[in-house]
């Protein structure tokens, strides 16, 4: 492969993992690595995808019309019946469901297929939709209470950013607590995989609000 027609799957590659870096893990790690590094059969996979196209859309949302209107089982042998007929892959069907369900078109009959019996599509019941990686990048934080001297861990959060000395944080249930304190925390990971790393985890220090103090603030 020459450098300029090594350069697409290198721009690619660029592309994804700052999509990697706003919405975590929905694209994969090994799929970036094997474009910014030429690899053949990564490059193979990427060359066969061709999208999708009218005549599968018009069958899958065909199917979908069925389902609301009774004319179709369901089931996930009927579905998985129907789409072997039609010729149509799994993965392509699922990705139809997903567009039309950002689109509000279908909603009813998606939601039976993905709750029936044996349903194949059953994981897009908790998908993520693009919305959820437009927040950027989240960082992991751990908040923790101080209050009286004490040091409970309250909640493991993500947040755009870390919240700084004076900020209020208001939990789920329970009065508003202030930031005393941040302090970064070296944490392992990965040793069950082999692949030991080390990151700093901020520790969010919070303190209660008393009631005076919470009437000024």
């Known amino acids: 492969m020459d450098e300029k027609s090594n350069l697409h799957p290198k721009m690619l590659a660029e592309i994804l993992r700052l999509q990697r870096w706003a919405g975590g893990d929905s694209v994969s790690a090994d799929r970036i690595f094997g474009l910014l590094h030429g690899f053949e059969s990564t490059l193979e996979q990427e060359s066969e995808s061709d999208g999708i196209s009218k005549s599968t859309q018009r069958k899958i949302e065909d199917l979908l019309e069925d389902v609301e209107h009774g004319k179709q089982s369901s089931d996930g042998m009927s ?105 970064h925390v070296v944490i392992a990971q990965g040793a069950q995989e082999g692949v030991l790393q080390h990151y700093l985890a901020p520790h969010v220090l919070l303190e209660a609000v008393e009631e005076q103090e919470d009437e000024d603030l």
């Open 79 to 183: 579905i998985k019946d129907r789409l072997h007929r039609d010729g149509v892959d799994e993965s392509d069907a699922s990705r139809v469901m997903e567009l039309c369900r950002l689109q509000s078109r279908f909603t009813e009959g998606i939601e039976q297929i993905v709750q029936s019996q044996g349903s194949v599509f059953r994981y897009l019941h908790d998908s993520r939709v693009p919305e959820h990686d437009w927040f950027g990048a989240l960082h992991y934080m751990e908040l923790v209470d101080v209050t009286h001297g004490g040091r409970n861990k309250m909640y493991a959060v993500f947040a755009p950013t870390v919240p700084r000395i004076g900020e209020v944080v208001t939990p789920q249930s329970g009065s508003r607590m202030k930031v005393v304190e941040v302090e």
